[in-house]
């Protein structure tokens, strides 16, 4: 079945620095890879999302972009602030299914 | 915002005991799951249900546990025999599409479950 893999499992960053976090796939198959952001005892929530059929995608401060040939994604924060500061998860959909495969998880602290 | 809603937020049992977790999912949507995240861990697939239906379970997702939707409401996972490492962190969620573009997966609060 599908693998995720994510790195860095910690990320220190000074506050207006950029951080990036990578994900790597196993399953060609794989067309969905949303990012979720989850706070202390909080639900994941999705702050951004790219389908198989383009390779990067802008909301604000954050990109994602995704190389199918390689098979990883990325998650790109510019300009952080403190409230970034959360457990980042990327995740895999497969082909024909809503089932996420996810990623360990990145905690990303802000420095202030 | 339309929200998945979780009940109970936490919930400690005894080692054995049955426990039922409640969803609410958003009102148009069609697909519902149940994930599961031991604490520190990532989260993890546990179930998909559509029309009355699993549509898909990970081998987590044994003969202990169990989900149904009572009503046009509500989802619940049941889980039976309560043991320690079943302690975890359970999110449900929902979704309006299910397919090949896929779509997105909107999580509730979760309920915290304690197995002692």
């Known amino acids: 079945g599908e693998n995720v893999e994510q790195h860095p499992s910690t990320l220190s960053v000074q506050e207006g620095d950029s951080a990036v976090i990578k994900c790597t796939y196993s399953?060609?198959?794989?067309?969905?890879f949303p990012w979720y952001k989850q706070e202390l005892g909080k639900r994941p929530q999705l702050i951004i999302d790219?389908?198989?059929?383009?390779g990067e995608k802008k909301d604000q401060r954050i990109a994602v972009t995704l190389n199918k040939t390689a098979k990883h994604f990325s998650l790109h924060i510019t300009e952080t602030q403190p409230e970034d500061s959360a457990v980042y998860f990327c995740?895999?959909?497969?082909?024909?299914?809503?089932?996420?495969?996810f990623g360990a998880g990145t905690i990303l602290r802000v420095k202030s | 915002e339309p929200e998945v809603t979780q009940t109970p937020s936490h919930q400690v049992t005894q080692m054995g005991q049955e426990v039922i977790l409640r969803c609410v999912p958003i009102?148009?949507?069609?697909?519902f799951y149940w994930y599961r995240q031991i604490l520190g861990q990532k989260v993890e697939f546990l179930v998909s249900?559509?029309?009355?239906?699993?549509?898909?379970k990970s081998e987590i997702f044994d003969d202990q546990f169990s989900v149904e939707r009572p009503d046009g409401s509500n989802f619940t996972l049941k889980i039976r025999s309560t043991k320690l490492e079943d302690s975890a962190m359970y999110f449900c969620?929902?979704?309006?599409?299910?397919?090949?573009?896929?779509?997105?997966?909107?999580f509730g609060e979760g309920s915290w479950l304690t197995v002692v």
């Open positions: 995740a895999a959909s497969l082909l024909g299914g809503n089932k996420l495969v």
């Open positions: 399953d060609s198959a794989s067309n969905y």
């Open positions: 969620a929902s979704s309006e599409f299910y397919g090949f573009t896929g779509n997105t997966i909107y």
């Open positions: 790219i389908r198989s059929n383009v």
């Open positions: 249900f559509y029309n009355n239906e699993i549509s898909e």
């Open positions: 009102s148009n949507h069609l697909y």
